[in-house]
Every structure is written in C-alpha cells, then in structure tokens.
C-alpha cells in the first residue's frame, strides 16, 4: 500500500518456516557424483615430533582411494598465510608437518567412498611419534626456557604491545584510591548445532576449484586458499549453502585445503564433515587468558584512570592472532568516562586447540573484568554500586563520545538503561526479600552488568599489531534485480547463519521499491560467480547493521532510479513529478496513471527500442558499501576498531545451594538499545540466543586441559551445555538511541547478551554470599568452583 513500512515490522522471520519443516539445505544434504567421504587421523600427543607415518595398509582397504599425509600437503601446497604477518614464516600446513602441536590436530586425512570406510581406514595408519614436552600454561609458556611451538619463531609470544592513552602515571600519582585485582577466563565455544565441513570438487584440467562451505568469511577465505593451492581467484568458485549456526567458529581455512588436496589427488569431488568430538576438540576456542586490571579512583569516587596487562592463550592460532587483544583494547573503558589508559597486551601460543572468533570475541571477559572491579570499588569506597556506576556513566549529551583508544560511540543513553533496567528486575523489593530468604537460610542475590556491544570490524585496527597496511575499512556488497516479469531478486554477500537476514533484507528492499514484503524474493545461499563480494564479506563482526544494509539499501535505491527513469520517459513526465508506490511508477498528483513494475521491466528487458537512448537495457543494481566511520590509526595509535555502539544492561537474581554450590537463576532482566529496531521478533531472537550463550559460559561450559595438555572435555557429557530447562525466562526492554552515521539508524546486536551476561551472574553469586566474604574474579561459576569459594572464604575468615 501507498507509504507502508515494512522496516520496524514484527516480521516473523521467513525462512524459519523452511527450517522447522527440514527444508533447509546444509551440507549433508549436498551429494554429487562418485563424491568420496573423507575422515581425519587427529594427534593424541600434545607436542610431539612425528617420526615417521605408514599408510600402507590403510590403502589396501576396499573403498579407500587415497589418503593426504603432511610431507604430501607440505609439496602440494603452500604454508597457510596468516591474516596478521608474522615476522617469521611458520611451516603451518592444513595437516601436521614435521611436529603436533595440541591433541587433535590433523595429522592424516584419507578419502574413501563412505565415512565407514573412511573411519577403518584411520586405524590402519601408523604414526611413530617422539613426545615433546608439552606447556598449556600461557604464562609459563611465556618463560624463555618453555617448550617451543614453533623454533624458528624463538618464543611463544606471537604479540606484545603496550599503549597508553592520556596521563596514566599522573593520574595513577594523584588518585585517592588504586584498586588490582587478577581476573581469570576459561576457554569455550558456542557450539553451533550444525558443525563444520567443506565439500571440494577439483579439475586438474582447467585447472578449477568448486568448493561448497558453512565457512563464515567467504571473501576471506578465497585469497587463502588461491595462495595455498597455487590458483588465482577465478579459478575457485565458492559456495555456501544454509548455515547452521556459526557464532565465529565456522571459520577454518585448513580444513578446506584439505579437502581440496584430497579431490586433487583423487580425481573426484570430497565432502568432509566434522563430528562433535572434532568439532570440540579442534573448531575454535575463545582464547582463556589472564588479565592484570588496576583502576585509579579520585576521593569522591570518579573513576580516572585503568590498566591493562592481558595475557590472551591463542592456543596454535597462527592464522588470526591478536584479535581478542584488539577487542579489549576497544572495549577497555566500556561504558564509563575513563580518560587515561594503559593496555599492555600478550599473544602467546600454547599446546592447545587454535583459538578463534566466538560471540562477542574478547569482550565478554574485558566487560567482567572491569564490571567485577567496579563492585570491588564500590566495597572498598562504602558506595552503593548502583550510584557509583552511575555517576561515572558517559552521559547522553556527550554524544557521540570518543574513547581514549579513539572507539566512537556513536549514540546511546547509558542512564537511562540503568534505570530501565533496575525496574525490570525489581531493584527496590530485592533488598526486603533478600532479608526474608536469608532469615530463611536461604542465599539470594543480585547482580547487574552494562556494557557496549561494539559491531563492524574496522580492518584497520589490525595495523596496531602487525605496522602494515594489508587491510583497511569495513565494508559489503548485496545485488538487487528486478526481473523481467516484475517479481525482484535479492542477492547479498553475506547470507547469515541464522539471524534472520533474509527477511531483514526483504523488508528493507520492499520499502526502496515500493511493493510488497511478499514480493521480494532474498537468496539464501552465497556463490562467488554470481553474488557481489569483497574481501570483508561475510557473516560476522555483528556487522549487518553497519554496512550489509548499506548495501542492500544502496542497490535498491540504484534500481529505484532507473524504475522512476524510465516511468518518466514513458509516461513524459518529469521524474521529480514521479513517485514509486504499490508497485508502480505514477504521478503524484495523479496516481491513476501508472507504470507498474512488470510493464517497466517488459520494455527494460524486451522492448529494447522503447527505452531511452542513454538507457542501458535491465533492472539490475549492485552496490559495493563501504562503511565512512571508518579509520586508519593516528599517532597516537588511536582507531575506530569497532564503528558502531550498541549497549545493554543485565541484571540477575540466584539463589545459591551453599552445601552443594550449585547456582540457579530465579530472575533475569535484560534491557538493550541497538539504535532503531527493524524488525523487532529478530532482535529479541538475537538478545535471547546471546544472553543464553553468556549464561552457558558463566556457569556450566568450560574446555579442560591436564598438564599434559590432554583435552578432558570432548563431548556433551563432560563439555557442559545450558538446555531450555537451565535458561530462565527473560524479561526484555529496549531504548532506540538511532546511530547518525549507518543508513536507518540501525546498530548491531547479535553479540550483546553474551558479554555483559557471566558479569552479571558472577556479581550476583557474589552478592547472594556477600556475609561469607566470597570473592568471584575468575569463570566459569561451577558448583565446584563456587563450593571451593565458600570455604575459602570460610578459612580467611579462621
């Protein structure tokens, strides 16, 4: 109809219906001709030197037609080429070369013409190894007598930076209060209930590339394996089917170069999907780490000034380190007026699983860190923990506010999220019924953490670790086309994994074009020869908000022109006299003249003769988005590392077992302000499944190593996941603070509940036995872990 908005429209997300009924195309569904199957032989030694494989027997089972050994990928391939330049290259291949480096990496890779077969054949090889000390200690790895991953690199420290921002030592001088405490975080994942897997079909004659994958970074991952396999990029067409869930982790270009080995060698097509257990011991981890946090306090309570010295444990992550230093690095302030600030980061490399993008990817555990250290402040000064975090807000009308790191927040109304959300969970009666269950014997507590969701990585801000200028800005690219019969075509470079992308897109184009939601058509899959791409396309960085409606935005709008173009030289009219509206192009003062869409694509597509001289024929508009907000670091090392700012609070009631430590949540309240809300059923989807991830790394999940750097957690029995009956209903409010600088206010908000969440739950576990003396600074809150607190707390107090 004439002036609908479909943008802000609680839009059931279309491609649900295709999901729930077990239509959606993922990669077990995908089979093509003689494709064989392919299974992975995986180290069980941490560190250990290989001295020699025999596949001998292995190839002499029926079925198995080759199999891909590292000494075979070392002279088949190039070293894997990391997304941050190290200053010595690393021999890091998509199978083992020369040593193992954590329990399960790939060491052999066979293809067979079933997994079965594939899976016998893996017993059959005979790997002779020489153990070498193992250290999974990121400190100790740090020491320059610890065993080394990698020789030629001489350390285990693939980063160190410092920088500081402000008078930090002055302020640190002249501060009436100087707080430290060491903070401690696990290592986890977000699990996605699809795992990973590629399915490649090589041509030795063309020579060509096709390769299906529920890799996140398409754009990403193509120059990576062009340079690995020797290809130019015209020689690969990648391709993505419906993703199952990716939250970071779907992105692992070894495994593709595998699977592109084992189809060069073979002759047929390959397809390789990992099982829970691989996908548990070898997808990737948020990094655990250490992080050394002081904060400078003036008399009256301001806070003026922070330290950093953060160890992050990237595991073997030599593709993309550094990535969740950055993150903190951006996040260091949060949502408070801190004007200096010291970060003194460490990448170190330890004999564990690579670590990687997870949901929210370093913020998570610089949010709890400096929200448990506001508690601790708020104790130590007899302030209320409200009012302190109050009073040190940026206020509203300081917007948009910059950083001392340079980070933007582009918009927001921190205040009134506090009082939001302070409503929600019933602050005021809290105090009143927690005397009532502690009179009972009962311990309840409530907790609160805000916090800013940055989205859209600024490829700049790797130009803080590496000095180079390989990568710059942030950007996407999307197609729309109307047809020849009228009906329109939404092609984008990002397909999500999940997030309801294909109806955003559709509600978006609906109102550029004038017509109905229904009538646009969104594809949900990615192919490289026909989607509009760029190397930052893909699904992640929370980035959809920031530059894929951009994108999609900008192409309809360049179809948008041509429709009201050629509408006005059929219907000799001057454009400006012109609007588009239910379909047609007509006249604005008299709308019973038209031209609707279908009769302007007949004369786009077939009446050639019809259109203006200077007319190209076709509907066709593609758009190369690049977001403006975007920097190169100045001279004082400050950047935009993240353009966009969203922000959320969080507050929780539990009641903690002290006999037993176990934690159960009684209420949970979460209010967030992602800017102006397209379709609200998708944001509240997007909160929910966040919040449910920060719960699950608050409380139950948690990747173990012993000593020997043996992975103790590697299926669902032991790696412990949060089902519907632990997550708590949620109680949900929203600001729209609306972004001046993205194309419809939008922010991101796919990564907001998963950062404040285990600070919120750790300060109400804490609050709830606050007449014990418990202090909580390190994750995850297991009732073992909370138990060992309890009476920890009780032997101080001895």
């Known amino acids: 109809m004439k002036g609908a908005q479909w943008k802000g429209q609680a839009l059931h997300p279309r491609e649900d219906r295709r999901f729930v009924t077990g239509r959606g195309l993922y990669l077990p569904n995908i089979s093509l001709p003689k494709m064989l199957h392919a299974a992975i032989l995986r180290s069980l030694h941490a560190h250990a030197r290989i001295v020699s494989i025999d596949v001998t027997e292995a190839l002499k089972i029926p079925g198995v037609v080759c199999a891909l050994t590292g000494e075979q990928a070392r002279a088949l391939s190039k070293p894997l080429r990391p997304l941050i330049p190290l200053p010595v290259e690393t021999p890091y291949y998509c199978l083992a070369y020369e040593k193992v480096r954590y329990v399960g990496e790939p060491v052999v890779a066979v293809a067979a013409v079933s997994r079965y077969v594939a899976e016998d054949a893996l017993e059959k090889i005979r790997v002779e190894y020489e153990p070498l000390p193992a250290v999974v200690d990121p400190e100790a790895s740090m020491k320059s007598n610890a065993p080394l991953l990698f020789e030629p690199l001489g350390t285990n420290i693939l980063w160190h930076g410092c920088f500081t921002y402000g008078d930090v030592d002055g302020v640190f001088s002249r501060a009436a209060h100087v707080l430290s405490e060491r903070f401690l975080i696990h290592r986890y994942s977000s699990t996605p209930l699809e795992t990973f897997g590629c399915i490649a079909s090589y041509d030795s004659l063309r020579p060509y590339l096709t390769l299906w994958s529920n890799d996140q970074r398409p754009g990403q991952?193509?120059?990576?394996?062009?340079?690995?396999?020797?290809?130019?990029?015209?020689?690969?067409?990648?391709?993505?089917?419906?993703?199952?869930?990716?939250?970071g982790n779907k992105r692992k270009p070894p495994y593709l170069v595998l699977a592109a080995l084992l189809s060069k060698l073979s002759g047929r097509p390959v397809q390789f999907i990992?099982?829970?257990?691989?996908?548990?011991?070898?997808?990737?981890?948020?990094?655990?780490?250490?992080?050394?946090?002081?904060?400078?306090?003036?008399?009256?309570?301001?806070?003026?000034?922070?330290?950093?010295?953060?160890?992050?444990?990237?595991?073997?992550?030599?593709?993309?380190?550094?990535?969740?230093?950055?993150?903190?690095?951006?996040?260091?302030?949060?949502?408070?007026?801190?004007?200096?600030?010291?970060?003194?980061?460490?990448?170190?490399?330890?004999?564990?699983?690579?670590?990687?993008?997870?949901?929210?990817?370093?913020?998570?555990?610089?949010?709890?860190?400096?929200?448990?250290?506001?508690?601790?402040?708020?104790?130590?000064?007899?302030?209320?923990?409200?009012?302190?975090?109050?009073?040190?807000?940026?206020?509203?009308?300081?917007?948009?506010?910059?950083?001392?790191?340079?980070?933007?927040?582009?918009?927001?109304?921190?205040?009134?999220?506090?009082?939001?959300?302070?409503?929600?969970?019933?602050?005021?009666?809290?105090?009143?019924e927690q005397k009532r269950a502690r009179s009972e014997g009962r311990w309840l507590g409530l907790g609160l953490a805000l916090a800013i969701e940055p989205s859209t990585s600024n490829q700049s801000s790797y130009m803080l670790t590496t000095g180079k200028r390989s990568a710059s800005g942030a950007g996407e690219a999307a197609m729309?086309?109307?047809?020849?019969?009228?009906?329109?075509?939404?092609?984008?470079?990002?397909?999500?994994?999940?997030?309801?992308?294909?109806?955003?897109?559709a509600q978006i184009v609906a109102d550029e074009l004038g017509v109905n939601f229904e009538d646009v058509q969104v594809s949900p899959y990615f192919d490289s020869l026909v989607s509009p791409w760029l190397y930052t396309t893909g699904n992640y960085s929370n980035k959809f908000a920031g530059t894929d409606v951009g994108a999609i935005q900008g192409a309809a709008r360049k179809v948008r022109e041509k429709l009201v173009s050629l509408g006005a030289h059929l219907l000799k009219r001057a454009p400006e006299e012109l609007e588009l509206a239910d379909g047609a192009v007509r006249s604005k003062k008299d709308p019973k003249i038209p031209k609707t869409i279908q009769e302007l694509a007949q004369v786009a597509y077939r009446d050639l003769l019809a259109l203006p001289p200077e007319m190209e024929p076709g509907l066709e508009g593609r758009c190369y988005y690049r977001a403006a907000l975007a920097d190169l670091p100045d001279e004082q090392r400050r950047v935009r590392g993240q353009l966009f700012v969203s922000n959320a609070g969080h507050a929780a009631v539990v009641e903690v077992d002290i006999e037993t430590g176990k934690v159960a949540i009684l209420k949970y309240a979460i209010v967030h302000d992602c800017g102006a809300v397209l379709n609200p059923v998708i944001v509240e989807g997007l909160v929910h499944g966040a919040t449910a991830h920060g719960i699950g790394a608050a409380l139950y999940e948690e990747f173990i190593y012993d000593e020997q750097g043996q992975l103790l957690t590697t299926t669902f029995v032991d790696y412990l996941k949060p089902t519907a009956v632990e997550i708590p209903d949620f109680k949900t409010d929203h600001l729209e603070s609306p972004s001046p600088y993205t194309p419809l206010g939008m922010k991101g908000v796919g990564e907001g509940g998963a950062i404040p969440a285990p600070a919120a739950l750790a300060s109400a576990v804490e609050n709830a036995l606050e007449p014990l003396g418990v202090r909580l600074s390190d994750l995850p809150l297991t009732p073992e872990r909370v138990w060992q607190a309890i009476h920890s707390a009780g032997r101080k107090a001895d």
Do not use: W
Not at 231 to 244: K, N, V, Y
């Open 221 to 247: 991952a193509m120059p990576i394996l062009a340079h690995s396999l020797g290809l130019s990029i015209t020689q690969i067409r990648f391709l993505t089917a419906d993703i199952g869930g990716g939250f």
């Open 480 to 505: 729309v086309r109307v047809e020849s019969d009228g009906s329109i075509q939404v092609v984008l470079g990002d397909v999500g994994s999940g997030q309801g992308h294909q109806t955003a897109a």
């Open 274 to 432: 990992e099982d829970r257990r691989e996908n548990l011991m070898g997808l990737v981890h948020a990094c655990n780490g250490v992080m050394d946090l002081e904060v400078a306090v003036a008399g009256d309570g301001r806070l003026l000034g922070v330290k950093v010295r953060d160890i992050a444990d990237e595991g073997l992550n030599v593709l993309n380190p550094t990535v969740h230093s950055l993150l903190k690095l951006g996040n260091v302030t949060n949502c408070y007026e801190i004007r200096a600030v010291r970060f003194e980061g460490y990448s170190v490399m330890t004999n564990k699983c690579p670590s990687g993008a997870n949901r929210g990817i370093g913020k998570p555990f610089m949010c709890f860190a400096l929200e448990r250290m506001l508690d601790g402040v708020a104790r130590r000064l007899g302030r209320d923990r409200i009012e302190l975090r109050r009073q040190n807000l940026v206020p509203p009308e300081m917007m948009p506010y910059t950083t001392p790191t340079g980070e933007l927040i582009d918009s927001g109304n921190f205040p009134e999220t506090l009082n939001k959300l302070l409503s929600l969970i019933g602050y005021e009666s809290f105090q009143e």
